[in-house]
């Protein structure tokens, strides 16, 4: 079974342009998180979808930031204009559905993750 | 979510166990211990998790203090590939987002 994969794995841009990260989940999973850990600080949660609904967008840091994923299957992290302050890696992970396991049990598998440099 | 504490970081000898201790002295009675790892260079992985009761799986070992303030993640026999940073998180429900801390940075040596 394929993992959570991302794309790309790495991205350089300049400040003001526009990057969208993909992240592709493990197939049949319902959930889907967006995490970031920018330099020298620790991995954050940005938000959390439930098939194309955003459960909890809390961890998204302003409105530069779009999160969409369409159909419930990949989704996408747009970053537009990007700043310096952007630069770091994220993170997509997903679950299945809580409600198709037993018990509370729902490890959320993470993909390696795209590094994004923005000078 | 409660707070966890952990060492920032431990040494282990290669084929030794490696013992990572982590408080969580304000854990809700609703709340899991959760552990996660992050190999250099790699994404956030599942180790384990546990409620109250001790934990074992083929990766690790997970006691639990009886007042659940407090819990040990052991690595019986430890690899060089364990070296990593590991994360003690609690939460409260599976699809909870996870609150990553600074955890411990274990690093194994030969």
């Known amino acids: 079974e394929a993992g959570v994969t991302q794309f790309p794995s790495h991205s350089v841009i300049e400040k003001g342009q526009t990057v969208t990260l993909r992240c592709d989940p493990i197939?049949?999973?319902?959930?889907l998180y967006w995490y970031r850990r920018v330099m020298g600080k620790e991995i954050k949660f940005l938000l959390h979808?439930?098939?194309?609904?955003?459960?909890?967008e809390s961890g998204m840091p302003n409105n530069r930031f779009l999160a969409e994923r369409t159909g419930g299957t990949y989704s996408t992290l747009k970053v537009q204009p990007a700043e310096l302050e952007d630069s770091g890696v994220y993170f997509c992970?997903?679950?299945?559905?809580?409600?198709?396991?037993?018990?509370?049990?729902?490890?959320?598998?993470f993909g390696p993750g795209t590094r994004l440099t923005v000078l | 979510d409660a707070k966890t504490t952990q060492p920032p970081s431990m040494d282990c000898a290669e084929g030794r166990a490696a013992n990572l201790p982590c408080n969580h002295s304000?854990?809700?009675?609703?709340?899991?211990v959760y552990w996660y790892r992050q190999i250099h260079s790699q994404g956030p992985q599942y180790i384990i998790h546990?409620?109250?009761n001790n934990e074992t799986n083929e990766m690790a070992s997970l006691i639990i203090t009886e007042d659940r303030k407090s819990s040990t993640l052991i690595l019986p026999h430890a690899t060089l590939r364990d070296t990593a940073v590991y994360y003690c998180?609690?939460?409260?429900?599976?699809?909870?987002?996870?609150?990553f801390g600074t955890g411990t940075r274990l690093q194994v040596f030969p």
């Open positions: 998180i609690v939460r409260v429900r599976s699809t909870d987002k996870l609150i």
């Open positions: 546990g409620l109250k």
């Open positions: 992970a997903s679950s299945q559905d809580p409600h198709a396991v037993a018990g509370p049990y729902n490890e959320q598998f």
């Open positions: 979808f439930v098939k194309e609904s955003k459960q909890d």
């Open positions: 197939s049949g999973h319902d959930n």
């Open positions: 304000t854990i809700s009675g609703n709340e899991y």
